[in-house]
């Protein structure tokens, strides 16, 4: 018993990394209906740089340094080729994102190859127990991190007038604009605010997974579906579907059938049993249908 609360608790941690990638996902989708795919790659890049800079200056510049590009390098996207696709259809927007993830991924790999290197983490990988139980430094360092963010994003939506403005414009858009709010700096805004989430859910799970090229490929899946489980229209759906998703990877890697070759399996099934049953998510609720 004890040993499956372990795996439990790791999986929340584990999780809430998942929910804030779903997070950022959910965060893009709720104001353009585009699912981003080269969040993934985006987010890599960031932990790139970041490990780059962290060589030369303090840990504490060398994230900011490195959460800044990632805001800009959101907002440039979004300002140059998403601002192109506006009128296009969801599926040109959808086969662009595509074509982003695989420029920006061979361009990490150009630059920082394909051999996976330690990242290195302000907290040790101290095991603490109380009694039969365990659990690393590293999971609570990311739980709180976790904690901390989406607290932050409650606050950003329910007390400051940007926030307000882009639920505003999630719900209705041409309604928001006739009330005098700039849609467009708004919703590159939210593009660079997606890439910090992003940015900060790869540097939480780097130490553990290793940085490479690839680190975000099936952080990228698994937060997909963290989305889709909780609900791609709210922020609290997100961080409890990527909870949900990770306690089930855990508890499956343990089960000697599946392992950890197969677990992914397992959260590809439950992403499907979503979206044939509940497609709106745990939290979600249908929208009025355009004719």
Request: aromatic fraction near 12%; charge should be neutral; include cysteine.
């Amino acid at each position: 018993m004890e040993f499956y609360v372990s795996q439990i608790i790791n999986g929340i941690a584990t999780g809430s990394v998942y929910g804030l990638f779903g997070l950022s996902i959910m965060f893009i989708y709720r104001s353009t209906r585009v699912i981003n795919l080269a969040q993934g790659a985006m987010a890599t890049a960031t932990t790139i740089l970041t490990f780059t800079l962290l060589k030369t200056m303090p840990a504490w510049l060398a994230v900011l340094s490195g959460l800044s590009f990632a805001f800009f390098l959101g907002v440039f996207l979004e300002t140059t080729i998403m601002k192109l696709l506006k009128e296009r259809s969801e599926l040109n927007s959808t086969v662009v994102m595509i074509g982003l993830f695989a420029i920006i991924n061979s361009v990490d790999q150009w630059i920082f190859g394909t051999e996976a290197q330690p990242f290195p983490s302000p907290i040790s990988d101290e095991i603490i127990k109380w009694h039969d139980f365990a659990i690393s430094n590293q999971s609570i360092w990311i739980m709180g991190c976790a904690l901390v963010m989406s607290l932050l994003l409650y606050a950003l939506f329910k007390f400051t007038s940007i926030g307000i403005a882009f639920q505003a414009m999630s719900e209705d858009e041409m309604a928001t604009r006739l009330k005098g709010v700039r849609v467009g700096p708004l919703i590159s805004i939210g593009w660079g605010i997606s890439s910090i989430f992003g940015a900060i859910a790869a540097m939480l799970i780097a130490h553990t997974l290793f940085l490479s090229a690839d680190l975000m490929s099936t952080p990228l899946l698994y937060g997909f579906v963290a989305a889709i489980v909780g609900g791609l229209q709210t922020s609290f759906g997100a961080i409890f579907g990527g909870i949900v998703i990770g306690i089930i990877e855990n508890l499956a890697g343990t089960w000697a059938p599946v392992g950890s070759s197969l677990k992914i399996v397992v959260v590809c099934l439950v992403m499907i049993v979503f979206l044939v049953i509940k497609p709106r998510g745990i939290f979600g609720r249908d929208e009025p249908r355009k004719m």
